[in-house]
């Protein structure tokens, strides 16, 4: 049903510590499913990847440990065939911990994940691989 209104993805449709469920919306689903914003360590993310619960890992620079672990998700991501976009990092005028938004992407981004967002127009099996 969101298909048709060429939704890019579904954000953590259900709450994110079910990921048995997670993985159920993700496989009734053709767009991709994004989850980790609150997932703090790279063993977090093992676990939803393990249990293809998401396609999109968005694991936030300031919660998982900082840029080394973020590095770490991202190439685990790619390992699984997965999507972890570079996230932003804390700008200067920002008032930690609350405010992540900045310009820079992380350099957390391995060559898969290089990129702020897969294109738009593909279905979703081709969108992220």
Request: aromatic share 6%; glycine share 6%; proline share 13%.
């Amino acid at each position: 049903m969101l298909e048709r209104h060429n939704v890019f993805h579904f954000d953590e449709p259900i709450p994110y510590t079910d990921l048995e469920g997670m993985a159920q919306v993700a496989a009734a689903l053709d767009i991709p499913v994004a989850i980790g914003e609150r997932q703090h360590t790279r063993f977090d993310f093992k676990g939803i990847l393990v249990k293809n619960a998401g396609d999109i890992l968005q694991p936030g620079v300031t919660k998982c440990g900082g840029l080394s672990e973020a590095k770490k998700i991202a190439a685990l991501a790619d390992a699984f065939g997965k999507y972890a976009p570079p996230t932003p990092l804390p700008s200067a005028s920002a008032s930690p911990p609350t405010s992540t938004s900045g310009p820079a992407p992380s350099p957390a981004a391995t060559p898969k994940n290089s990129t702020s967002s897969p294109p738009a127009t593909a279905p979703r099996s081709s969108r992220l691989r």
